[in-house]
């Protein structure tokens, strides 16, 4: 144990004693509620149910209540509190064809089949600070939510109608899917396993790295072929039945995007595809998801790595928030004796340099005498 931090516990509980202190702030307030939380900091609660890898909003209402509004503390708990959970089973894949539509958009198609649907977005705000929401007034009135289960025609579809865009992907017969919360990472890595590790990245890392790739540091020209944030059922097979139920309905954002590809030896010139598909309302983190995609898809295509977006390695193991914020947050730990054997070698270096000068001084005088 470090000497100085012998009697820890009661500092320690101290802090746990100010923290919560902090997080209540002004007793003259009323506490926020977590049904408030949900329902008004929806996108907040999405981000944490993201890349917390856990779809569950009051649970990730309570972690953004616990820790202050501070979204990577609230995704480390979410995801603690996964470990502990049993599991019973695998979903199957969501057909997103299929999807309860509240937003729907193309940048390709003007008259898209079905119609645009731009839903609740901020395009279109004016980005001024709103002082009428400084009061507990209630601005607006609601809106009567069309429903529509009919499905709707993707974007990739038509383009896959004139043989313009890469087949939809197909995994070989007997393949398993990867579960990276299970199996420890493996480069070089299959796309399914990458894409988990996408969906649950930082949104701040991938979006920085999906701007990179605007920007000239990989070889893509995106277009957004379609986002779409809506319900989606998730069925699971039950085998003593020997048919699939749906235990429910969650929201997630989908965006394809649309790239151009000038083709080689084994692949004639057409549209390629980057993915993104996350949990909730989160359109921002889904495009930047599908431009990294598309970025890593790189040696597939045969395409020059010259970029870090291109580089599978560097992403993947750098985009998880939690791990990044465990290497860089536990320099916060003590290092007291590392630090001191540092601090003695650069001691002993600073002695050899001085002696180092001194004699190069001697020398030049010596010289300069025997002149």
Not at 153 to 182: F, K
Not at 186 to 212: I, K, N, T, V, W
């Amino acid at each position: 144990m470090y000497v100085a931090v012998k009697g820890g516990e009661t500092a320690i509980a101290n802090a746990h004693t100010l923290l919560a202190d902090k997080r209540r702030g002004d007793r003259n307030l009323p506490t926020i509620a977590i049904e408030q939380i949900m329902e008004q900091l929806t996108l907040a609660v999405d981000r944490v149910m993201a890349e917390g890898s856990l779809y569950d909003r009051e649970l990730a209402a309570i972690a953004l209540k616990q820790t202050r509004g501070d979204m990577i503390e609230a995704i480390f708990i979410v995801r603690a509190h996964r470990t502990t959970l049993p599991r019973f089973g695998y979903s199957k894949p969501i057909d997103t064809g299929k999807m309860l539509v509240t937003r729907r958009i193309s940048a390709t198609y003007k008259d898209l089949p079905g119609g645009q649907l731009l839903g609740p977005t901020f395009d279109y705000t004016h980005r001024l600070i709103d002082p009428s929401l400084a009061g507990d007034s209630e601005p607006g009135q609601p809106v009567e939510k069309e429903s529509d289960d009919a499905a709707v025609l993707r974007v990739s579809e038509i383009l896959a109608h004139e043989n313009l865009i890469e087949a939809d992907g197909q995994m070989p017969a007997g393949h398993l899917t990867g579960d990276i919360t299970r199996t420890p990472l493996e480069f070089p890595m299959e796309r399914d396993s990458r894409l988990q590790a996408l969906a649950r990245g930082d949104e701040g890392f991938l979006l920085a790295l999906g701007y990179s790739t605007q920007r000239g540091y990989a070889r893509t020209h995106p277009f957004a072929g379609e986002i779409r944030i809506g319900e989606v059922d998730i069925e699971i097979d039950v085998p003593e039945l020997g048919i699939s139920l749906s235990i429910g309905r969650i929201q997630v954002t989908e965006c394809q995007m649309v790239n151009q590809f000038k083709g080689s030896a084994k692949q004639p010139p057409q549209f390629t595809r980057g993915y993104g598909l996350v949990f909730g309302q989160s359109e921002r983190k889904s495009m930047a998801m599908a431009l990294v995609d598309r970025a890593l898809r790189a040696r597939e295509f045969e395409e020059d790595v010259v970029a870090p977006s291109q580089d599978e390695e560097f992403v993947i193991s750098h985009s998880d928030n939690v791990q990044s914020t465990g290497f860089v947050e536990h320099l916060k730990l003590p290092h007291y004796v590392d630090f001191q054997a540092e601090l003695d070698l650069v001691r002993r270096m600073r002695v050899e340099y001085e002696a180092m000068k001194a004699g190069a001084v001697d020398d030049i005088v010596r010289k300069e005498a025997a002149e």
